[in-house]
């Protein structure tokens, strides 16, 4: 539906706006003031533009990526356990998997370049998720995938 759906307000986060254009799959989407009367556009690239100046984007770091189910995901226990390294979150993302319900890759940027030690907390997290003594089953194949994953 194109229309009211399809514009923002002048406080929208780009957030927002990115939800919007990639929801109805648009290049731009309307401003419109409070009295609902067009103010003017913002572009997807405006707000790539916008994106790139972010310290997440600017600020030198590592990515890390965790894929989890979403009922493990706890960004103060993940940040906890980088933060043990002597590291901060920059910034996360999360997705879903679209291959698995329940399923979401987590992608974090933290302000070290050296990953080392960061990918042994994740997976010892991991292991104790899935270990055998945990709550939840052990799974033999979620083992070997955060193997390779900590090999990458």
Same mark, same amino acid.
């Given at each position: /539906? ?23 799959? &648009? ?16 572009? $997807?690239?405006?707000? /790539? ?21 979403? $009922? ?26 679209? @291959? ?25 997290? @991991? ?5 055998? &003594? ?14 390779? &994953?900590?090999?990458?």
């Amino acid at each position: /539906m194109v229309g009211k759906d399809c514009a923002v307000g002048l406080d929208a986060h780009f957030y927002d706006i990115l939800r919007i254009a990639g929801e109805h799959k &648009l290049q731009i989407v309307a401003v419109l003031s409070e009295e609902q009367r067009y103010i003017g556009v913002i572009t $997807v690239q405006d707000i /790539m533009t916008s994106f790139a100046q972010t310290a997440s984007v600017q600020m030198q770091g590592g990515i890390l990526y965790f894929p989890m189910d979403l $009922v493990d995901y706890s960004l103060a226990e993940i940040s906890r356990y980088i933060e043990e390294n002597n590291a901060k979150v920059i910034s996360s993302t999360m997705i879903e998997d679209p @291959w698995t319900k329940g399923r979401i890759k987590l992608t974090l940027k933290i302000n070290q370049l050296d990953l080392a030690p960061h990918r042994r907390n994740a997976r010892a997290l @991991w292991l104790s998720r899935y270990s055998p &003594l945990s709550s939840q089953p052990y799974r033999k194949h979620d083992k070997e995938r955060i193997d390779m &994953l900590m090999r990458y």
